[in-house]
């Protein structure tokens, strides 16, 4: 099993940035999937998540309006949108799949918004 996350890096505040994430190893149309954050010296909180259909999603209060997630099950890969980021917005983003009690995490990916 592995999840794989691409697209972070430094942006400005009020930037964009495209996060993607891409499975192998396990029925990907199966499972939910959600993208976590961590800053450094706070515990890692959900951003956002969407159905194994991609039908529903959720999202925090923090990033709505600015964040959209989205999934393409013929390809194995869940996208997080970033718009007008802000420096609170500094984190490692993970990937994160569920199925019941089946659970995978990414490595991580760093994004940093900062002038």
């Known amino acids: 099993v592995q999840l794989v996350e691409s697209g972070g890096g430094l942006v400005q505040p009020g930037g964009s940035l495209r996060l993607s994430c891409a499975a192998s190893?396990?029925?990907?149309?199966?499972?939910?999937m959600s993208w976590y954050r961590q800053a450094p010296g706070k515990e890692r909180e959900l951003v956002a998540r969407i159905s194994s259909s991609g039908s529903s999603t959720n999202y925090a209060n923090s990033v709505k309006g600015r964040f959209t997630i989205s999934r393409d099950n013929a390809k194995n890969t869940v996208t997080l949108q970033m718009n007008n980021l802000k420096a609170e917005d500094t984190a490692v983003y993970y990937c994160?799949?569920?199925?019941?009690?089946?659970?995978?995490w990414g490595q991580g990916t760093q994004v940093t918004v900062s002038s």
């Open positions: 190893g396990f029925t990907f149309s199966s499972y939910a």
């Open positions: 994160y799949a569920r199925q019941l009690v089946n659970v995978y």
